[in-house]
Nanobody, 115 residues
C-alpha cells in the first residue's frame, strides 16, 4: 500500500499562485507515472499534469504555460506549481501514483480561485 498526502491548497485571487505538494510513502522515483488530477463540482476528474519515471512531463492544454509539475528526490515529493490561476481552476486536486500498474490516490486538496 502506498500513502499519498497532498498539501498546499487554499483560497487565492485570480492571477495568483499556489504550490501543491504530494508526499509519498514509497519512492516517487520508482513510480511509473505520477500525476495531478482535479475534479470540480459536477464534473469528471481530469488529468492536469503528469511526470513519468524518466522525468518526462506532460500537461493538459488548459494549464500549459501556467502549471509546472516537478519532483524532489530528497523530500520524496511531487509538486504542482500553479501560476496565473483562474476561477475555472477551482477544484479538488488529487495526487496520483502508478506503481506497477496499480494506481494510488491521495485524499485531495481544495483549490479555490476567487474572482
Amino acid at each position: 500500500q502506498v500513502q499519498l498526502v497532498e498539501s498546499g491548497g487554499g483560497l487565492v485571487q485570480t492571477g495568483g499562485s499556489l504550490r501543491l505538494s504530494c508526499a509519498a510513502s514509497r519512492s516517487i522515483f520508482s513510480a511509473n507515472v505520477m500525476g495531478w488530477f482535479r475534479q470540480a463540482p459536477g464534473k469528471q476528474r481530469e488529468l492536469v499534469a503528469r511526470i513519468t519515471i524518466d522525468g518526462s512531463t506532460s500537461y493538459a492544454d488548459f494549464v500549459k504555460g501556467r502549471f509546472t509539475i516537478s519532483r524532489d528526490k530528497a523530500k520524496n515529493t511531487v509538486y504542482l506549481q500553479m501560476n496565473s490561476l483562474k476561477p475555472e481552476d477551482t477544484a479538488v486536486y488529487y495526487c496520483n501514483a502508478n506503481y506497477y500498474a496499480t494506481p494510488y490516490w491521495g485524499q485531495g486538496t481544495q483549490v479555490t480561485v476567487r474572482t
